[in-house]
């Protein structure tokens, strides 16, 4: 909640929304390739309800230009529906909302007690080594794959994001962020071959894809991941200058489609 409130504050033409994956997405990495400010405002565990809701807060409040969203087939389900976000919205939006709120309260503890007392505020680290970690990771993305269904509650929300994106000169650009080799080759485990491929078919109706997800030298190298889902930093960088610069080497680049075609 905190970032939405900075960026009411400190507003960019440019966002960058989604989960954890979208977030690696550092808005200094944009800065660095052609000066572009970017407010990165992706959330850790994110859903894609959680994207739909900040973007009409946003575009109903500020005018942009270019809009990036992470998005993957695991949050892309018709069965993950996570609203983390409406109160979030309904607290920033109120004065009296946010200055009772539980989040605010605690968040202004911790930070009186970091001045009065000269401590920083500790974050609790995972109880795993990095391979725990990572196997850990791999059975989260079973549980999530296993349940799949095909989401047309997110598809007719994503088209109408599309076409306000379309009328009033928003670029809209999604991307799907690599993952580890391991990752990947569980769409054949649990045979989504054809829902992954239609996922990708939608996305490409929705507005211009950077795909970044498939074998090659970077994902299949587990030295370029903080765990089986998320990048290191040099990748990032490698993702948003290719990009920024639309020289795509390691993502998979496909136009936006002219017209949002109909579900049949």
């Not at 709120?101 to 680290?125: W, Y």
């Not at 076409?163 to 485990?189: D, G, M, R, W």
Request: hydrophobic content about 35%; glycine content about 4%.
């Amino acid at each position: 909640m905190y970032r939405l409130i900075e960026y009411e504050r400190n507003p960019y033409p440019a966002i960058v929304l989604g989960d954890s994956r979208a977030q690696r997405l550092m808005p200094e990495f944009f800065e660095e390739v052609n000066g572009e400010k970017v407010a990165n405002l992706a959330a850790g565990a994110g859903s894609l309800q959680d994207v739909i809701k900040i973007f009409w807060d946003l575009s109903s409040r500020n005018k942009l230009s270019k809009v990036y969203i992470g998005i993957a087939i695991e949050g892309y389900s018709g069965t993950l529906l996570k609203d983390r976000v409406s109160a979030a919205l309904e607290v920033k939006n109120s004065a009296p909302l946010y200055l009772t709120s539980k989040f605010t309260i605690e968040n202004t503890m911790l930070i009186l007690k970091s001045q009065l007392f000269n401590q920083r505020v500790e974050l609790q680290a995972p109880p795993f080594s990095r391979e725990e970690f990572w196997q850990y990771e791999l059975t989260q993305e079973d549980r999530y794959l296993k349940n799949y269904s095909y989401p047309k509650n997110y598809y007719e929300d994503l088209k109408k994001i599309s076409a306000y994106c379309l009328k009033n000169n928003i670029k809209l650009v999604f991307i799907i962020s690599p993952t580890h080799t391991e990752v990947q080759n569980k769409i054949n485990e649990f045979k989504l071959n054809k829902e992954y491929e239609k996922f990708k078919e939608d996305v490409r109706t929705f507005g211009d894809m950077y795909d970044f997800n498939w074998p090659n030298v970077i994902t299949s190298d587990k030295n370029n991941f903080l765990d089986p889902l998320h990048s290191i930093d040099s990748v990032s960088r490698i993702m948003i200058k290719e990009m920024i610069l639309n020289k795509p080497q390691y993502g998979i680049f496909t136009k936006k489609q002219n017209k949002v075609t109909e579900k049949e």
